[in-house]
Nanobody, 129 residues
Framework: EEQLVESGGGTVQSGGSLRLSCVTS????????IAWFRQAPGKEREAVSC????????HYADSVKGRFTASSDSAKNTVYLQMNSLKPEDTAVYYC??????????????????????WGQGTQVTVSS
């Protein structure tokens, strides 16, 4: 059974940093696409970081480019989201999501939430001004 567990959220002041972790289990890490999403109160869930193509290139939302960096450690079955220069508008619940590369690819984009069946419980990030 695929499982994802996020951690690392918290409350920081504007300009601060956090690193989120997503520990995965129950599937072969290298065969899956794993993406980061976030959802702020009253807003739709949006992709923060996801694969841009099957060659491993990453796509970032325009609002986080240059500030957020996603990475992975296949030996630990873990993906990370390093978030720097945080802004109040980054406040949201952050989720990691995963599904098999073949399935996600069929959606034509790696950044569509409905392409992913397996989600973590989310971790709250709050940025105060």
């Amino acid at each position: 059974e695929e499982q994802l567990v996020e951690s690392g959220g918290g409350t920081v002041q504007s300009g601060g940093s956090l690193r989120l972790s997503c520990v995965t289990s129950g599937f072969h890490f290298d065969d899956y696409a794993i993406a980061w999403f976030r959802q702020a109160p009253g807003k739709e869930r949006e992709a923060v970081s996801c694969l841009a193509s099957s060659d491993g290139t990453l796509h970032y939302a325009d609002s986080v480019k240059g500030r957020f960096t996603a990475s992975s450690d296949s030996a630990k079955n873990t993906v990370y989201l390093q978030m720097n220069s945080l802004k109040p508008e980054d406040t949201a619940v952050y989720y990691c999501a995963a599904d098999h590369l073949i399935k996600v690819t069929s959606f034509g984009t790696f950044c569509e939430a409905r392409a992913y069946e397996h989600w973590g419980q989310g971790t709250q990030v709050t940025v105060s001004s």
